[in-house]
């Protein structure tokens, strides 16, 4: 995914142009670039096609990199933070791909990925810019199963305890057993119950 066609916007009053610019370079991924270099809290966000898949991936950006590059952390819509990429090099543009983190996508959902200069290398000249070449995403895992927040009691239907839950099954003679959940508070450490109810029993 060229950085430069997703879709940037900024927090700048401008439109895309000057310190916000999409340029030209022959040896860029798609012979094109997206350039920012307005300072401390300025930021870019990017639209990136859905993954395929539901999983934990991990990001990378291709970047052009030189000695007045700045620092940037990369969030998601919801303000999770993905990474922080430090852009300085010791050299004259030199091409090269960082992993940003990674983060939990789900198939179908566009992602937005927003990128915020929070400073730059102690050894950095003070311009705090960033060359946005090109974004990979490589599935590294399944996301983690969503954690049951609160369980209500089959007893009266009405005691809720809160906290965090996790559910676990097993398998008893009839072929399928009820779910187990614990709560990491411990209280009560463990309660059996039946989720879903087995077939006959109502
Ligand atoms: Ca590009």
Redesign the pocket.
Known sequence: M????AQPITNSASSISGNYDVRSDSA???????FMQAGVNAWSQFTLPAVAEDGLYELYI?SKDNQDRGIMAFTLADGTAVGTVDFYANSNGVYQEHAIGQAALHAGEAISLRMTCTGKNSAAAGKYGVV???FRLVRVGDLPPEPVQTLRLPLDGTTALTGTWSESSYTDSTGSGPSRYSNTAGIPPSIPGRHPPRAGTG
Not at 2 to 5: I, Q
Not at 28 to 34: D, L, Q, T, V
């Open positions: 060229e950085c430069e066609t860029a991924s798609g012979g094109k670039f997206y291709r946005a070449d090109r």
